[in-house]
């Protein structure tokens, strides 16, 4: 599976969007990117997927860029309850199940 | 269920003893999944199983570290003669396989192991 790049950590006010980017530029074609969060003491939760489309959803929305080559992660009003760790994770699209590979993540600290 | 059950949520146990790590998926998910995360740190995969296939054990950092899953729901992570650095959350992490690209994982919210 292809790797991925994160910044440590950011900061972002209540109420602003917070956006995540993850660097995936050896991503294949059958890739697709995946995103959890893991808030503190707790298991990580999936938010979302995508392979070349934008995808929206209840929690965040997903930019890709049309090369693939990296990828975007939008939580439109960020709160408090938003401060967590998120992974951004490649993985090919086999059939079957296959184990994520969790990276370092992005630690997002939302301030009030 | 309607999540992801572990027990216990939590175990301190002393050096040199075994400890059995109970995980309850959710019914249905054909796939299971074990990782751990030691303080501080991110999450180490350690094996998971699909159905009837062999598991894959590639994470497994010892032979002291086994897990089976019976009848394909409920899983048993034991871990013998346990040493400090043992010493994690042990999450459990079910899916339902059911295309290529949609094998969205659930996760428990961990059992907290502690050896003294």
């Known amino acids: 599976d292809a790797k991925t790049t994160q910044p440590p950590s950011m900061d972002c006010a209540e109420g602003r969007a917070a956006n995540l980017p993850c660097n995936h530029s050896?991503?294949?074609?059958?890739?697709?990117v995946y995103w959890y969060r893991q808030i503190h003491s707790q298991g990580p939760q999936y938010i979302i997927h995508?392979?070349?489309n934008n995808e929206t959803n209840e929690m965040a929305s997903l930019i890709i860029t049309e090369d693939r080559k990296s990828s975007t992660l939008i939580l439109p009003h960020a709160t408090l309850r938003d401060t967590a760790v998120y992974y951004c994770?490649?993985?090919?699209?086999?059939?079957?199940?296959?184990?994520?590979?969790f990276g370092q993540g992005t630690r997002l600290t939302i301030n009030p | 269920g309607a999540g992801v059950s572990q027990s216990p949520s939590n175990k301190v146990t002393e050096k040199g003893k075994d400890v059995e790590l109970r995980c309850d998926p959710i019914?249905?998910?054909?796939?299971l999944y074990w990782y751990r995360q030691s303080l501080g740190q991110g999450l180490e995969f350690l094996i998971y199983?699909?159905?009837?296939?062999?598991?894959?054990k590639s994470g497994l950092p010892s032979d002291r570290f086994s897990a089976e899953r019976t009848g394909g729901s409920v899983s048993t992570l034991t871990i013998q003669r346990t040493q400090q650095e043992d010493s994690a959350v042990y999450l459990c992490?079910?899916?339902?396989?059911?295309?290529?690209?949609?094998?969205?994982?659930?996760f428990g919210a961990g059992s907290r192991l502690t050896v003294l």
């Open positions: 992490a079910s899916s339902l396989v059911i295309a290529p690209g949609a094998n969205v994982l659930t």
């Open positions: 050896t991503i294949s074609g059958n890739e697709y």
């Open positions: 995508g392979l070349k």
């Open positions: 994770i490649v993985r090919a699209a086999i059939q079957g199940a296959q184990k994520l590979v």
């Open positions: 019914s249905g998910h054909t796939a």
């Open positions: 199983f699909q159905g009837n296939s062999a598991p894959d």
